[in-house]
């Protein structure tokens, strides 16, 4: 049975309307662990520190596109919650259309500034020529990635979330088959990996646009272009805090590098590698719920519908909460595996790798309850009080207590500041909720 945007939600009908979008986001994220298994284990430990050096760089570029889905699939949603379906295929469209435009730009900029951004990051001679390889390769597929984090966001608000997953599984098996085939059979090195991810990355936004280029079903469809500017800074307002919170991780990640680079080398950036691929894993399930359910309450927003808007709330909070707790007893049970996965060739990496692991999944507790507020905000079309909650947890708190906390407690520090951070971020989250709780009606 076809869920529609409009209906009362049940538990039941909630945790089947999101799935498909938690899913899609944890298999996203797999995806790319294993992209990293594959470099570490068959092309090195220089080569696996060397693009987790550059990622952050790589991923500021194609972060608008996680801006425009966000922001835009709210501002959608509430549209037809308002019955204007013209409109919000009118503005669907002009964003598709922008964000191609943006992706062939940034991927000029991108090829050209690679190298000094590698020199800047702290790159050692090794490791220079594998970030400048494997960035440039990914960044052929930049405006295909930027396309593909917009559609994971439009295919909900589409009520065609099942296909966004079937899209995100098709993308992540690809990218799976190939680092098998061109790492561990063709030997093909680092150029094997970057050439794997930007051809899955192909396949994450080329499918969908020929989707929405073609007659379909779904209540979206590309057309004309008719540029409307009060819409597309609405939709950036929107989207600010997935916008802040990517550049803010991506600005925190660089950080994060340069320190450990300084106080243990190659080991410490490999292990926050190793804690950034399994992190994603875990707060894919929070930001899948969060896109998920965005556009739902963004219709009953915009329809006026208070009751629905308090019970969905209400219920979004139990359920964040019981996963909470499941991921934080999962990554405590799963730390060992996981450091064998990736580093087990090398008992003082895994070592450090499980040690920090077992501290930062602290986080878990916390970090689901900040991200669904922000996220709760977006589809309320209020980009401001959300971005406030992600810039202050992605960037300012984290960074205050890495350099803090990097004093006191040296190396040890720095895997605590993500957890003091989160818990610093879930006071402001908690303040917004109260304060905000009359003017929206959700509780």
Not at 130 to 137: A, E, P
Not at 175 to 191: E, K, P, S, Y
Not at 273 to 291: D, E, K, P, R, T
Request: glycine content about 10%; hydrophobic content about 55%.
């Amino acid at each position: 049975m076809n869920i529609q945007l409009s209906d009362h939600f049940t538990y039941r009908r909630l945790l089947r309307f999101t799935l498909p979008s938690i899913v899609m986001m944890v298999f996203t994220s797999i995806y790319g662990v294993v992209d990293g298994f594959f470099v570490s284990n068959y092309v090195g430990k220089t080569p696996f520190a060397a693009i987790n050096l550059i990622m952050p760089f790589l991923m500021i570029l194609g972060t608008v596109g996680f801006m425009v889905g966000t922001g835009g699939s709210a501002l959608v949603a509430m549209n037809f919650g308002l019955g204007n379906d013209k409109k919000a295929n009118r503005i669907f469209s002009m964003l598709i259309y922008i964000i191609i435009g943006l992706g062939l730009l940034f991927t000029v900029i991108g090829i050209i500034l690679v190298e000094p951004m590698s020199k800047l990051l702290g790159a050692s001679d090794e490791m220079l020529p594998y970030c400048v390889k494997y960035g440039r390769i990914i960044l052929l597929a930049l405006t295909a990635f930027m396309l593909q984090n917009v559609f994971q966001s439009f295919l909900v608000a589409a009520e065609k979330p099942t296909f966004g997953l079937i899209i995100t599984v098709a993308a992540g098996l690809t990218n799976m088959l190939l680092d098998w085939l061109f790492m561990a059979v063709f030997r093909w090195g680092i150029t094997g990996g970057a050439a794997a991810t930007a051809i899955a990355q192909m396949v994450g936004g080329i499918i969908p646009l020929v989707y929405f280029i073609m007659p379909n079903k779904s209540k979206l469809r590309l057309g004309k272009i008719q540029f409307d500017g009060k819409a597309l800074l609405k939709t950036c307002t929107n989207g600010s805090s997935e916008f802040m919170s990517n550049i803010s991780l991506s600005v925190v990640s660089m950080l994060y590098n340069y320190q450990l680079m300084k106080l243990s080398g190659e080991d410490g950036v490999s292990t926050y590698g190793v804690l950034m691929y399994v992190n994603f894993i875990f707060i894919a399930a929070f930001i899948g719920y969060s896109v998920g359910s965005a556009p739902i309450v963004g219709y009953h927003h915009g329809a006026g519908n208070h009751d629905e808007l308090k019970g969905l709330f209400r219920k979004s909070l139990v359920i964040i909460g019981i996963m909470s707790v499941s991921m934080f007893v999962l990554a405590e049970l799963l730390a060992v595996p996981f450091g064998n996965i990736f580093v087990g060739y090398d008992d003082n990496l895994l070592e450090m790798t499980v040690h920090a692991f077992r501290i930062c999944s602290l986080m878990f507790i916390v970090c689901g309850f900040n991200i669904y507020g922000s996220g709760f905000f977006t589809a309320l079309n209020n980009g401001l009080l959300s971005a406030l909650i992600s810039f202050a947890r992605t960037l300012v708190f984290q960074v205050l207590c890495v350099l803090l906390l990097l004093v006191i407690f040296g190396l040890n520090g720095i895997w605590c500041s993500v957890v003091v951070s989160d818990v610093l971020a879930l006071v402001l989250t908690a303040v917004c909720l109260i304060k905000e709780r009359k003017v929206y009606h959700y509780a």
